[in-house]
């Protein structure tokens, strides 16, 4: 295996430019559950749901799914860095992402796209992630119109929205935030 290729095994996490990535496993459609967060800032996570060749933002670089083997308990996933990113910057290491194919957990709540972002709008929503959504009760959904710029506080934390990213082929749709304090 090359040293720029990660390869994490199911149930297990590995360490990669100061952010952890968890493989979760199969996602029942030919894809991966993959889980990224902050070894600086655990208050985070971020939830993927990845095609084998997809590209994602992690660690401050874009990284693809190079490989994907499903099976318990030998099922693996291998992540490169993507240099066909186009004019598309990465996202700074300390930012959280919210991609449109999976969620951010940050605290007990958790942040999900209701849809692709459209002229530099993002609709989310939030509800406590102490449940799934379909069980959560309708008044503590809210639902979010994000543009650059705009804060959201959640507990004791204010995210700011950095960047707002279309779908790019690959590249899937994410909005980014900087976290604070």
């Known amino acids: 295996m090359q040293d720029d290729v990660l390869q994490i095994r199911q149930g297990a996490a590995a360490t990669w ?7 979760v496993g199969a996602d029942g459609r030919g894809g991966a559950l993959l889980d990224v967060w ?4 655990p208050a985070w996570s971020v939830h993927h749901r990845l095609q084998p060749g997809a590209i ?3 660690g401050g670089r874009f990284l693809r799914v190079s490989e994907l083997r499903h099976g318990e308990p030998g099922g693996w996933i291998a992540l490169s860095p993507a240099g066909d990113t186009g004019a598309i910057a990465p996202v700074p290491p300390d930012h959280a ?9 940050i605290g007990s709540t958790r942040l999900e796209l ?3 972002p459209e002229a530099e709008v993002a609709h989310a929503r939030r509800w406590p992630k102490l449940q799934p959504l379909a069980r959560t009760p309708e008044d503590q959904i809210e ?6 710029g705009d804060t959201l506080t ?3 934390r204010t995210l700011r929205v950095e960047r707002i990213q279309s779908d790019a082929g690959e590249i899937g749709a994410f909005v980014a935030f900087s976290i604070s304090p």
Do not use: M
């Open 17 to 23: 430019q100061g952010h952890r990535f968890g493989y």
């Open 154 to 156: 959640v507990g004791n």
């Open 38 to 41: 902050s070894e600086a800032e």
């Open 56 to 58: 994602l933002p992690a």
């Open 114 to 116: 209701t849809g692709a």
């Open 143 to 148: 639902a979010l119109e994000l543009r650059v």
């Open 97 to 105: 992402v919210l991609p449109l194919q999976g969620s951010l957990d």
